[in-house]
């Protein structure tokens, strides 16, 4: 695991603390592309077989990592608002019955739920105990016709780590579907979506998975499936897509009928790679790394006096700070090549396994360094 942060060139001159709005690029990532262009440009084989092969395999390895039963509960889609969308769009809920969000949550886990106002669907938000979303304030906020609560697995502000497995089996129990958007914590933490009781995990991967931008998949539950009607259809999303002229248009029995035409060959054969290096080296290990990377970043601000919005239940790999003027420090800090993200009126940093403690300290140098200068 340590060598791998060899293979990522962005290391030789900036340290990188900013996997929560997008991962680099590595060695691995670059070979795989030249593999698949090359493949694209000599054809040495049949081009929609190896497609096929290539998307069979992803989905069994996505359905290993987040342990679902069958990869036929995976679809590949291009991001989380995609994912989102085909949820609440196709779960043709009816005039009157709500939705329940938290009210800290990143849009693409939002606009897709307002959208259906329109149809007379309420969408009810909870407001954070402490920068924290817990099933009790989610108890607290249930009413007589809510039907689905979403959530995301890890706030991309404040980086509290959700309990699923908590909330997902109270969901379960009082008959409501529990959706996941999982872009901040797939690939950082572990996820179990069966033990969890989700119904629905949308994901795109350019975050903590290292997949390429517009690569992403989506669970389903049996039971959520079976209830969903595609908002959209295309010619991949039906039985037989080769026997052209047929317009029985007969769907797809499992969430290939979401897979509404052709993928991204080059960035899903590049996420495969990437999601295989993730397996050998055990989601448990790499949590673990970033946890110990975290910690010692947290305990390292509080010394300095710095406030942060992170609670220390939930950990993930974001910690988020505030400070008096965050756009001077994020100037500051990106003259020095440390790279983080600005959101809102916050500085986010986010650590992930290839990081190593000598990137935590010379940051925090760096951010006493500031203070000492009165800036």
């Not at 679902?68 to 196709?90: F, Q, W």
């Not at 949550?105 to 897709?112: D, G, K, L, R, T």
Request: hydrophobic share 40%; net charge positive.
């Amino acid at each position: 695991m340590e060598n791998f942060r060899k293979l990522f060139p962005i290391f030789n001159e900036k340290t990188y603390l900013d996997y929560a709005s997008t991962s680099p690029f590595s060695i691995l990532h670059k070979k795989s592309f030249n593999f698949a262009f090359k493949f694209q440009e000599k054809f040495n084989c049949d081009f929609i077989e190896e497609i096929n092969n290539l998307k069979e395999n992803l989905k069994n390895s996505i359905k290993e990592f987040i342990n679902a039963e069958r990869k036929d509960e995976i679809a590949l889609i291009p991001n989380t608002s995609y994912g989102i969308s085909i949820i609440a769009s196709g779960l043709m809920l009816k005039k009157g019955d709500r939705i329940l969000l938290p009210s800290f949550e990143f849009p693409a886990n939002v606009y897709p739920y307002l959208y259906l106002k329109e149809k007379g669907i309420c969408v009810d938000f909870i407001e954070p105990n402490n920068g924290l979303i817990t099933l009790k304030e989610i108890k607290k906020s249930i009413k007589k016709n809510t039907k689905l609560f979403s959530l995301s697995f890890v706030q991309f502000l404040n980086g509290y780590k959700a309990d699923l497995k908590e909330i997902g089996k109270w969901c379960k129990e009082n008959d409501i579907f529990f959706i996941v958007d999982g872009i901040q914590g797939v690939g950082s933490c572990p996820i179990n979506v069966r033990e969890s009781e989700i119904d629905g995990l949308s994901c795109g991967g350019a975050k903590w998975l290292m997949w390429p931008q517009g690569t992403g998949f989506l669970y389903l539950s049996k039971n959520l499936f079976k209830k969903i009607k595609p908002p959209i259809v295309g010619w991949l999303s039906v039985k037989n897509p080769w026997d052209f002229l047929n317009y029985k248009m007969e769907l797809s029995e499992n969430l290939q009928r979401f897979e509404i035409g052709t993928i991204n060959f080059l960035g899903f054969y590049c996420a495969l790679k990437i999601l295989l290096h993730f397996q050998k080296f055990g989601i448990e290990n790499i949590y673990k790394k970033i946890l110990n990377l975290r910690n010692l970043f947290y305990e390292g601000i509080k010394n300095l006096k710095i406030e942060t919005i992170t609670p220390e239940d939930g950990p993930s790999g974001i910690v988020t700070i505030k400070v008096e003027n965050p756009e001077k420090l994020y100037k500051y800090l990106k003259s020095n090549n440390i790279i983080i993200s600005k959101r809102l009126d916050y500085l986010r940093f986010s650590f992930h396994f290839i990081n190593n403690e000598k990137d935590i300290k010379k940051t925090l140098n760096l951010l006493k360094k500031y203070k000492k200068c009165g800036a």
